[in-house]
């Protein structure tokens, strides 16, 4: 049912099959009234939309229980899903039919997607009362999908529908993971995780970013999961990057009923606007000015059109991100656009571990390193890690220098200069000596990105695959430090020569508290670490 063709990140981009064609993720689907469409449904294929989605109970209530297939409604023969009414329980409280019927029915309809009918938790809701809804959203979810195995249609064939199984719990993140653990093991192969659409309003990111991963660390990262209410570009990036595959939403639609004029950070009303800032086919056919004196129901049409392509020109930017190895970049250079979002870049530092499952272990390109927020991108973790627990050493002193320009880190002329002294003495010594020096000295240098990075793996991925910036304040980077600390203790070292400047020399005096055991010395430049290793006074071995 779901193939993994690229990933970053927990971010995929992957084919979805259903019984209507193959669709691409990640993918947005507008979501589309069974009546009356303010965007055409052709308008639609031609901005590149391959899966719509419609609500099955207003399609109920349209046309009875005797409705055609969904797809002969719409005039669409591509992938629909159907979304049971859940959103109108939430707005309104109830509706007046059951799970069972609306199970029933999105089946004979012919959905590609279907969802039970669930019982939203929304935001705010007290612990009690979001208990009582995860529980009536998981008994009408068992209901259904029994329903369907006894019938015979079993979903992830390509023949039959697709059941997605409704996550609810809110901000409640045990709740989260309680419905996602009791959904997968009903046997559910594909989520959705309900009630964001008011966290997003509030601009809740980060809340909605922890409910992604509260799920996500249930359900495999094999199986993909949609996103109720994800309509604007801010959020599709991070979702993405946490492992959502699908969106839906009718912002697209609303935000032009009320005049707002979707851009890739934000929304603007059409009377603030003296340009158009879009290239799109709709704001590069017209002016502001025409824009503005269209009829109401000409100007809703143009700006909704504009708001689909802008959502889908940002669903396109976030696989390009994938196809290239860059979507952290691209979520960071995002979540600039708005505090609330910067704020949820937490999320990304909480799951370092978990976003390293996806994230491919060498990349054809550098990595564009230039906020202090790049030091948990899971390559760097990996590769910190690596270095602590692979790196063997049974030297007993360390030299420690200053990250170089140069890469690898062998190249570069202060590591010459260092071995160049040290080549320099043991041609002038005796034997007993150059084995001591030989054997005694490891040399490494400290990154505040990558944290320790011994001679030895200078040259792997990514240590010399790197781009960041040449000022720092070293306070901000405690991956590093940690590093250091672990290095030296885990090789046991017994001496420690540290370059430093005066922009790291507080920082780095902070490792004599930390390993008051070894000999730590500090130096402001390498000439002084030759003075000192040609001192001898560094040449035990363990």
């Known amino acids: 049912m779901f193939e993994i063709r690229y990933s970053d990140l927990a971010g995929r981009i992957g084919r979805l099959r259903t019984k209507h064609g193959t669709v691409e993720t990640p993918a947005f689907l507008p979501v589309v009234h069974p009546v009356r469409q303010e965007v055409s449904i052709d308008e639609l294929r031609k901005v590149g939309f391959d899966m719509l989605i419609t609500n099955a109970y207003i399609t109920l209530k349209e046309y009875g229980e005797d409705a055609r297939d969904v797809h002969d409604i719409l005039n669409f023969q591509k992938p629909i899903m159907t979304d049971s009414g859940?959103?109108?329980?939430?707005?309104?409280?109830?509706?007046?039919?059951?799970h069972k019927t609306m199970a029933r029915f999105q089946a004979k309809i012919g959905s590609d997607v279907a969802v039970p009918l669930d019982k939203p938790?929304?935001?705010?809701?007290?612990?009690?009362?979001?208990?009582?809804?995860?529980?009536?959203?998981?008994?009408?979810?068992?209901?259904?999908?029994?329903?369907?195995?006894?019938?015979?249609?079993?979903?992830?064939?390509?023949?039959?529908?697709?059941?997605?199984?409704?996550?609810?719990?809110?901000?409640?993140?045990?709740?989260?993971?309680?419905?996602?653990?009791?959904?997968?093991?009903?046997?559910?192969?594909?989520?959705?995780?309900?009630?964001?659409?008011?966290?997003?309003?509030?601009?809740?990111?980060?809340?909605?970013?922890?409910?992604?991963?509260?799920?996500?660390?249930?359900?495999?990262?094999?199986?993909?999961?949609?996103?109720?209410?994800?309509?604007?570009?801010?959020?599709?990036?991070?979702?993405?990057?946490?492992?959502?595959?699908?969106?839906?939403?009718?912002?697209?639609?609303?935000?032009?009923?009320?005049?707002?004029?979707?851009?890739?950070?934000?929304?603007?009303?059409?009377?603030?606007?003296?340009?158009?800032?879009?290239?799109?086919?709709?704001?590069?056919?017209?002016?502001?000015?025409?824009?503005?004196?269209?009829?109401?129901?000409?100007?809703?049409?143009?700006?909704?059109l504009h708001n689909l392509y802008t959502i889908k020109r940002e669903v396109d930017c976030v696989k390009q991100a994938i196809v290239?190895?860059?979507?952290?970049?691209?979520?960071?250079?995002?979540?600039?656009?708005?505090?609330?979002?910067?704020e949820a870049n937490q999320a990304l530092i909480e799951s370092a571990e978990y976003l390293e499952q996806c994230t491919p272990i060498f990349k054809d390109r550098a990595l564009f390193l230039s906020l202090p927020i790049d030091q948990y991108r899971p390559e760097l973790t990996r590769f910190r890690r690596l270095v602590c627990s692979n790196i063997k050493s049974d030297k007993s002193t360390l030299v420690l220098l200053m990250e170089p320009e140069e890469r690898p880190f062998y190249t570069s002329n202060k590591y010459r200069m260092i071995h160049d002294a040290i080549n320099a003495i043991q041609e002038g010594?005796?034997?007993?000596?150059?084995?001591?020096?030989?054997?005694?000295?490891?040399?490494?240098?400290?990154?505040?990105?990558?944290?320790?990075?011994?001679?030895?793996?200078?040259?792997?991925?990514?240590?010399?695959?790197?781009?960041?910036?040449r000022s720092v304040e070293y306070d901000d980077y405690p991956t590093m430090f940690d590093s250091i600390i672990h290095f030296i203790r885990s090789k046991g070292f017994k001496n420690v020569l540290v370059e430093v400047d005066g922009s790291s020399m507080q920082v780095m005096e902070g490792i004599k508290d930390k390993l008051q055991d070894v000999k730590i010395e500090y130096c402001l430049n390498v000439e002084d670490i030759i003075t000192v290793i040609k001192s001898r006074r560094y040449y035990d071995c363990k």
């Open 324 to 342: 290239e190895g860059r979507l952290w970049e691209y979520v960071v250079q995002r979540s600039l656009s708005h505090p609330k979002l910067a």
């Open 429 to 469: 010594s005796s034997n007993y000596i150059n084995s001591k020096i030989e054997d005694g000295i490891q040399i490494a240098y400290y990154s505040p990105f990558l944290g320790v990075v011994p001679e030895e793996v200078s040259d792997v991925y990514p240590a010399s695959h790197i781009v960041s910036v």
């Open 121 to 304: 938790t929304g935001f705010g809701l007290p612990r009690s009362k979001a208990e009582q809804y995860v529980e009536l959203t998981l008994k009408a979810a068992e209901d259904t999908i029994r329903m369907s195995k006894e019938e015979g249609r079993d979903e992830g064939d390509g023949t039959s529908t697709i059941w997605a199984a409704p996550v609810q719990g809110g901000e409640h993140l045990d709740l989260v993971e309680y419905s996602s653990r009791r959904l997968l093991e009903m046997g559910y192969e594909f989520f959705a995780l309900g009630s964001p659409t008011e966290l997003m309003e509030a601009y809740e990111f980060y809340t909605l970013a922890r409910m992604i991963l509260a799920s996500r660390r249930v359900i495999p990262l094999s199986k993909p999961m949609h996103l109720f209410g994800a309509g604007h570009p801010l959020t599709i990036p991070l979702a993405v990057a946490l492992g959502c595959d699908t969106f839906d939403s009718a912002s697209y639609i609303l935000y032009a009923k009320d005049g707002r004029y979707i851009l890739p950070n934000g929304t603007i009303s059409i009377d603030e606007l003296e340009y158009l800032p879009c290239v799109c086919p709709v704001c590069s056919s017209i002016s502001v000015r025409e824009l503005k004196e269209m009829s109401k129901e000409e100007r809703i049409a143009k700006i909704a």
């Open 86 to 98: 859940g959103y109108q329980v939430l707005v309104y409280g109830s509706v007046d039919v059951d």
